[in-house]
């Protein structure tokens, strides 16, 4: 199996008003792209707990992000025509509409739930598979990126596991 496009996206928090303010992906070839997003002057919503657990600050994405037209410009002539997966969809689908949408962009890929690769078996051992491959990166920073490149060996790691034990 080709490794397939993963995408993570980080957000200022939870629920209504939050935004997105990194996205991430690591391509089928291993390549990977991240990128903060400059907040718009209306996306005021900022949980610190989320902040906790990104590390981002909003002075950060002020000095560092990009303009959310570059980000999204970006990552759909990166993406375009592939189906990109992503752990959380139910958060990271109104995340990304939500950078489209104020980009006045159209996504040119699809964004799909990483489950609806797993079998049930695959899925009984993700997690587990999941925190493997954390402890053996020994990850500092919990961003974008490497967070969709965690994913991604994740995901080949429990096909091949399934495959050798048949």
């Known amino acids: 199996m080709?490794?397939?496009a993963i995408l993570d996206v980080e957000a200022s928090g939870f629920g209504r008003g939050s935004y997105p303010i990194e996205i991430g992906f690591v391509a089928p070839d291993g390549g990977l792209f991240c990128s903060l997003i400059k907040p718009l002057p209306e996306w005021q919503h900022w949980?610190?707990?989320a902040?906790?657990?990104h590390g981002i600050t909003r002075d950060v994405l002020f000095q560092h992000g990009r303009a959310a037209e570059w980000v999204a410009a970006e990552i759909n002539q990166?993406?375009?025509g592939q189906t990109v997966y992503c752990d959380a969809w139910a958060h990271d689908y109104p995340w990304l509409s939500?950078?489209?949408d104020v980009a006045n962009m159209?996504?040119?890929f699809k964004l799909s739930d990483?489950?609806?690769l797993l079998s049930e078996e695959e899925a009984a051992r993700w997690h587990e598979t999941l925190a493997e491959v954390r402890e053996e990166m020994r990850l500092q920073r919990h961003r974008a990126s490497t967070d969709a490149k965690v994913l991604q060996l994740t995901l080949m790691r429990v096909k091949r596991a399934?495959?050798?034990s048949h």
């Open 78 to 80: 990166r993406l375009a």
């Open 2 to 4: 080709t490794p397939p």
């Open 51 to 53: 902040a906790a657990l």
């Open 162 to 164: 399934l495959q050798a």
């Open 114 to 116: 990483l489950r609806s």
């Open 98 to 100: 939500r950078l489209f």
């Open 106 to 108: 159209v996504p040119r």
């Open 47 to 49: 949980d610190e707990s």
